[in-house]
Structure formats: structure tokens, C-alpha cells
């Protein structure tokens, strides 16, 4: 890594650690080179708090909002992770290092094989990338302790839900496809639990339950 680009990380983790939370999402995600999992050419601004393009017209989230859904995920080790868009597979790089086992699934072919052989190239040896199929998730896979959507549906999608383990955290935007709320849900024995941790935007999430 150039000096540049390191002292450009090092303000990016002091800005982040500022906010007093959220320490055990930036510990992972100061072990992840973000640089790597960038184009070339958007590499100088690897370490900038924005979202950045990646291929296929898809992006690599701003790194105050991976933070802020990290965290809310409230990974533990022996968890079983589920994402949905994989990208460029930096968030389930740093999800790899919370939990016992990442499931990540991507609908676009050229991103899912690009992901997956830069993670098994990294070392992420417990993050398995899967095609995504007509349902939402990998409802062959499920329960999940944790879900993370990085894409907007436009409501709560019930399938995800029901692949959720009892105590289990979904973590997904919502809303229309220009502005959404980041929701959390988390199963309880006798139904589910939502909050709102603020206003986001994504890509469109596609599918069945989701975006046609």
C-alpha cells in the first residue's frame, strides 16, 4: 500500500472510531484491504467515506454505512452468515472474519465468479458464493443467524425472514427505489421485531418478494 493511500485509511478509521461505537465491525473492516476490492482506477479513493463503482453498474458501499450495518448485525463467532449481493465480495470478507460461515449470493455471473476467486485468492476460506436462483436467500441453507441485503426491496421481503433462526438479525434498505430506511429485524419465538436505523440508498434488489 502506497503512503497516500495508508494515511488516507488511517483518517478514514480515526473518522469512523470518532463515533464512540461500532468497534468490533471496524476491527474487522481494518483488516480488510477495501484497495483490492475497488477497480484499479478508483483505488486512490479506496479509503474516502463514499460509496464507489464497481462492475456491471453495481457499487461497493460507503464505508459508514457497511459499518453501521455491520454492527447492527451483531455477528458472533459461531454464526452462520447469509448476504445477498455479493459485489465485489468486500463484505463478505469482513463478515468471514466475525463468523463461522458467510453464505453469499450474487445475481450477476461475472460478479459472483470475479468475488469468489478474489476471496479464495485473500484467504476467506469460510465464505461460500452461490448464483442467486429465482427465490431470495438460500432458503436450502436456511436458518441463518444473520441476513445482510445490500440491495432496496420494497418491503419487508417474508422469505428472508422466515430463513432467519429464532434470535436471529436481518439487516435490509427498504423503500422505494430513490430513497429507503435501513431495517432490522430479528426473529422472536412468537414473531418479529423491527427498528429503523435511518435513511440509505442501494441498487434495487431483484427477484422473487423483491424488485421485478
Known sequence: MSTELE???ERLFKSLRRQGKWKAA???MARVPRELFVPEESRPQSYEDIPLPIAEGQTISQPYIVALMTHALDVRPGDRVLELGTGSGYQAAILSLM???VYTVERVASLAESASALLRSLGYGNVEVHKAGR???LPEQAPFDAIVVTAAAPRLPRSLMEQLAVGGRLVIPVGSQHEQWLMK???KKGGYATSSL???RFVPLLGKDAWS
Open 135 to 137: 427465490e431470495l436467500g
Open 185 to 187: 429485524v430479528v426473529r
Open 99 to 101: 463468523a463461522r460461515k
Open 198 to 200: 435511518g435513511s440509505c
Open 7 to 9: 494515511r488516507a485509511r
Open 26 to 28: 471496524l476491527d474487522a
